[in-house]
Each structure stands twice: as C-alpha cells, then as structure tokens.
C-alpha cells in the first residue's frame, strides 16, 4: 500500500472511530460509543431503564436516537428489551454479557417484574438526581458494597465524604440496622455536591403497614442519618400528617417517631428528615405513580 493510500485509510478509520465510538466491534462493523456503554452502566446498575430514561441519560433526549442504538445493543446480545407492559412502553435491562461490558462490579439484573412501576420510578430519581449534579449510588450497589467489609467507607471516602465510619458492621454504613438482625437497604444512597453527606433516598409510591414505616423511620433516627422521601400524595400525608375533618393537624409517622418537630411542618425545621413530591423525567412513570396515588385516595 502506497502512503498516501495509508494515510488516508488511517484518516478514514479515525473519523469511524469518533462516530462509531472505539468498543468492541460487531460482524457489521459497528462499535460501541461513550453514551452506549453509558446506557450499559445505567442499565445494570437501575436494573430496568425505559427507551424515554435512556434517551434523556444518554441521547440528549432524542428518542428515535435511542431506539435505534437499543436496537443495535439488542441485536448485539447487551440488551434485553421488552413492551409487554403497555404503560411503560419499551423497557430494557442487561444481559449477562451487557453487565459484564459495564464493568460496574454487578451481574445481570433480574428480568422486571411486579414492581416494574417501583423499579423504574427509582431508576428515574437515581437518573435526575446524577443530572443534578449528586453522586448516586443505586441499590444494587448499596448491597454490593455492604458485601465486602471496608468497602462502603472506601466508596463514601472516594467520594470526599467526611467523617465516614470505618468500624462498621454489615448494613451500618449505607443501609440501616433496622433490629437486632434487619438491614433496612434504602432505594438509593446519593452524596449532595455540597457540603458532601451522604442522604438514603427512599421512594414511596404507596403507603407502607403503620408498624413497618414506623419501624424504618426509627433506624433512620437512631442511625442519625438523614433521609429523603421522594412520596406520591397519600404517602407525603402519611409521613408528616396533614389537615383532619375539623382543619386541625393530624401529625403523621415522622412526627411520631421524633423525626421531624410536632404539627404542621415549618420551613427550615425538617431535621434529618425531607419530604418532597415524587416527580419523574418520564411522562408514563409520572402518569403512572400518579394514577395509583389516585386509586388509593380513592379507595
């Protein structure tokens, strides 16, 4: 081959490479991009994204960008990808083989299930809340981390967070002991820019028992950890009460457990507890969560 040919071939490949990405090649040439192995990591770390989370993650939002990558990544073996489940549309999740390209640590997640709704609506905080800048750790990293003695306090460290513990049992540092021999593990562990503390994040699209939501409140306080609820409508009235028939406060579970101050909630005064509306960068979760919260007033 002449230089001049080999020159331009080496030009041609390098301009593949900055559109095609630099992954690992298919039969058909194509290769995976930055915001491919990007939706693998999401993928297997929130265990089920829907195209929509996918594409406002990783494509900017396009959508007709984002499904035709799936498409690719599913044909590739990275990807599961389903619409059985009308309200949700297409959902994808790893395969074993898409999990071990992440390289997050994780196997592949199981396929979804019942608490699709639940699942995708804590993929979606997890995604909004890494947009805005926090750092996110996902359940199934919680648990994983919580596995290997050391690790949680070597993540929250990576991650500048002081005064982390280093002595710690199982299920202390980013869970909490909820009993004598009960992990409560939150939906997600994210660290806020600034100042740098780690926050559980739970998110409640129903109701819980009385006992079961008094039980996990009360690990949060004696772990003097703080906690933010993301809560559909009936569930916010649950926590921090609301107006009763006569218009007085009917204080809820958080004021019952020491939580948060007595009465109707103050700016300023949330303690180690807040509580904010469930929102979510996807209309058909957000249709969806609002839907069941409706059901239950209803009910």
């Known amino acids: 081959m002449k230089s001049g040919s080999a020159e331009t071939y080496r030009e041609r490949a390098e301009r593949r490479r900055r559109q095609r990405g630099t992954g690992e090649a298919r039969g ?47 044909e590739a073996g990275l990807l599961h990808r389903s619409a059985d489940v009308r309200w949700a549309r297409t959902v994808v999740w790893p395969t074993e083989r898409g999990a071990r390209i992440a390289d997050t640590g994780l196997s592949a ?91 559980a994040v739970e998110v409640e699209l129903t109701p819980k028992s009385p006992a079961a939501i008094r039980a996990i409140l009360r690990a949060y306080r004696q772990a003097q950890r703080r906690v933010l609820y993301l809560a559909t409508e009936p569930v916010v009235r649950q926590l921090q009460g609301g107006p009763g028939p006569d ?11 020491g939580l948060r101050p007595l009465g109707e909630p103050r700016p300023g005064a949330a303690g180690h507890l807040s509580v904010r509306p469930f929102t979510a960068v996807d209309p058909a979760v957000a249709r969806r969560a609002a839907q069941q919260a409706a059901r239950l007033r209803a009910g």
């Open 247 to 257: 218009g007085a406060w009917v204080d809820g579970a958080a004021q019952d457990v």
């Open 28 to 74: 058909d040439g194509w290769q995976r991009t930055e915001e491919d192995e990007k939706l693998l990591r999401l993928a297997t770390r929130y265990s089920t994204l829907t195209l929509y989370q996918a594409a406002y993650a990783c494509r900017g939002g396009r959508i007709e960008a984002a499904r035709r990558r799936v498409r690719l990544m599913t």
């Open 109 to 199: 997640p199981r396929p979804p299930g019942e608490r699709l709704l639940h699942r995708l609506a804590v993929a979606d905080a997890g995604i909004a809340l890494e947009a805005h800048g926090y750092a996110v750790l996902s359940e199934r990293e919680v648990h994983a981390a919580e596995a290997v003695p050391g690790r949680p306090a070597q993540l929250l460290a990576d991650l500048r967070v002081p005064g982390v513990p280093t002595r710690a049992r199982r299920g202390e540092t980013l869970a909490v002991a909820a009993g004598a021999r009960v992990v409560h593990w939150p939906d997600l562990v994210v660290v806020e820019p600034t100042p740098r503390f780690p926050i």
